[in-house]
């Protein structure tokens, strides 16, 4: 089992950075694959920044050149630093990491990007 716990999100206004934190416990060693994704109001989950089992990092060209996704190994950390943060970037984002078993998520943090 792998346990989620995300942190980050909020209110900010659009040119504005925020950045999200997913936190991970449990079985992490079979973890494979990480991510995060968002959910706007009736609007399908997307990606939003995620690597591939042989480590490369895809972005969709929504938000590539503004959002940047890290890791800290030592801390068990999934990061993802938004710049330049858009009206449309608001929706509930959630983190994801896939073990050979199942695909574990977050329980979602809310950006809204609004003056």
């Known amino acids: 089992q792998v346990q989620l716990v995300e942190s980050g999100g909020g209110l900010v206004q659009p040119g504005g950075s925020l950045r999200l934190s997913c936190a991970a416990s449990?079985?992490?060693?079979?973890?494979?694959?990480m991510g995060w994704y968002r959910q706007a109001p009736g609007k399908q989950r997307e990606l939003v920044a995620g690597?591939?089992?042989?480590?490369?990092?895809n972005y969709p060209d929504s938000v590539k050149g503004r959002f940047t996704l890290s890791n800290d190994n030592a801390k068990n950390t999934l990061y993802l630093q938004m710049n330049s943060l858009k009206p449309e970037d608001t929706a509930d984002y959630y983190c994801?990491?896939?073990?050979?078993?199942?695909?574990?998520w977050g329980q979602g943090t809310q950006v809204t990007v609004s003056s």
């Open positions: 449990g079985s992490i060693f079979s973890i494979y694959a």
């Open positions: 994801r990491m896939a073990t050979p078993e199942r695909d574990y």
């Open positions: 690597t591939s089992s042989d480590g490369s990092i």
